[in-house]
């Protein structure tokens, strides 16, 4: 399957269901419309795409699809609030200051965008001080990249204060924080690439559940179906990841490296990496039998098959990368299940990369205690310096 590039991020008759964030209209009547208002708004056009997205909730039938629009509409505004004028300076942040500042209420309802509230937490010694903050429109959304509102990098205009206290009811989650200023939140990004993002993480406690059953989202039984739409927006999404990862690859040295991605989607991401590493060797595993197949032509091999039953020998590849232990993929429960027989497919000086384009279920907390590995790093920092994203290098040690 070739990715032509030329697909928008608005539609894909790979994805069906848009309670997640995934965020598209059920509605044929209405959806003219929501894609005129995408195209707009990647045309930086904004205003003119406000009206398109009113002129599609006047036209839909179902509270569903009114609810998207609404919900587009409040990230939108949340968008511009949030947003850091370019022009802005870095100022420093006195913290003593900040913890007597009041404290400010967040809540979250646990159907809505739970996972895109985020705990940063900064330095290496207890007690690490603890960010709150919450996700906005990724500019690849903007730009008509991806379905997703969210993608992985977070920026500084998402952080909102230092954390004091969190919550979970019935119905949502609520955090508790000290505000921090624009200026502020600069300065500590700044701080963050200066040492290049080695002793900060990010984590998201708050999983998305479906509003009836309080169930965690997850990905089909049977894997995803792709589509070239689909193709092209999964690619897009990981662009920034790609970029970080061939550079940090490269910078390994590796000697032939076996590369293996136990849930490869459309193989994009390994060939990317093999184009960045030409004497590499490319391993790709999907539950999705249609995307083990697409893989096939661009991986040296590609097999069909859970995650949970590694189709390589133990202990063979020199970098394994896991990219699906992630919001409305697995569970958090099979997050941690899937964690052991993945690790054991690491040789001994290897590394194994968690990663994803929605949030990692798992933290720090979780790869701590492994005695055969070390913990490297938890995030990284975007090549332009634009941000930074949940990234979790183990090292195999024996």
């Known amino acids: 399957m070739a990715s032509s590039g030329k697909d928008s991020g608005s539609k894909t008759a790979a994805i069906n269901h848009y309670d997640g964030i995934f965020k598209f209209l059920h509605e044929k009547s209405a959806q003219e419309s929501f894609v005129r208002g995408r195209e707009l708004l990647s045309e930086n056009r904004w205003s003119e795409g406000v009206s398109a997205f009113t002129e599609a909730k006047a036209k839909a039938q179902t509270s569903n ?25 870095p100022a420093p942040v006195d913290w003593s200051s900040v913890s007597k500042r009041p404290v400010v209420r ?6 809505r965008l739970p996972q895109g509230v985020f705990i940063l937490s900064l330095g290496t010694a207890e007690p690490r001080r603890r960010l709150v903050g919450r996700k906005t429109l990724s500019n ?3 730009k008509n990249l991806i379905p997703e509102l969210f993608c992985s990098l977070v920026r500084p205009d998402m952080v909102l204060g230092e954390l004091v206290d969190q919550r979970v009811t019935d119905h949502s989650y609520i955090v508790f924080y000290h505000p921090l200023d624009k200026p502020e939140k600069l300065q500590v990004f700044r701080e963050i690439y200066a040492e290049d993002g080695v002793t900060a993480e990010l984590s998201f406690p708050f999983p998305l559940l479906k509003t009836v059953t309080h169930k965690e989202f997850t990905s089909p039984a049977e894997g995803w179906q792709v589509d070239n739409a689909y193709d092209n927006m999964l690619s897009n999404g990981e662009v920034h990841i790609r970029k970080y990862t061939a550079q940090y690859l490269t910078s390994l040295k590796l000697n032939k490296p076996r590369l293996y991605d136990p849930a490869c989607s459309t193989g994009i991401f390994l060939s990317m990496l093999q184009a960045a590493l030409p004497d590499s060797y490319t391993i790709g595993q999907d539950l999705s039998r249609q995307m083990a197949d697409v893989s096939r032509e661009r ?5 069909h098959g859970n995650a949970l039953h590694p189709k390589i020998p133990l202990a063979s590849a020199q970098a394994v990368f896991i990219r699906f232990l992630n919001s409305e993929v697995v569970t958090s429960a099979e997050a941690e299940m899937l964690l052991p027989p993945l690790l054991k ?22 790869f701590r205690f492994l005695t055969d590995f070390r913990l490297e790093r938890c995030v990284a920092v975007d090549i332009d310096k634009t941000g930074i994203f949940q990234y979790y290098v183990l090292k195999r040690t024996k």
């Open 65 to 89: 699809d009114v609810n998207t629009i609404d919900l587009i509409l409040q990230e939108m505004t949340r968008y511009n609030d949030n947003l850091i004028p370019q022009d802005a300076a």
């Open 345 to 366: 497919t690491v040789a001994v000086g290897g590394i194994f990369v968690v990663l994803g384009h929605t949030p990692v279920l798992l933290s720090s907390a979780n």
């Open 106 to 111: 967040y809540e979250e309802p646990n159907d």
């Open 299 to 303: 991986l040296n091999e590609a097999h």
């Open 140 to 142: 690849l959304w903007l």
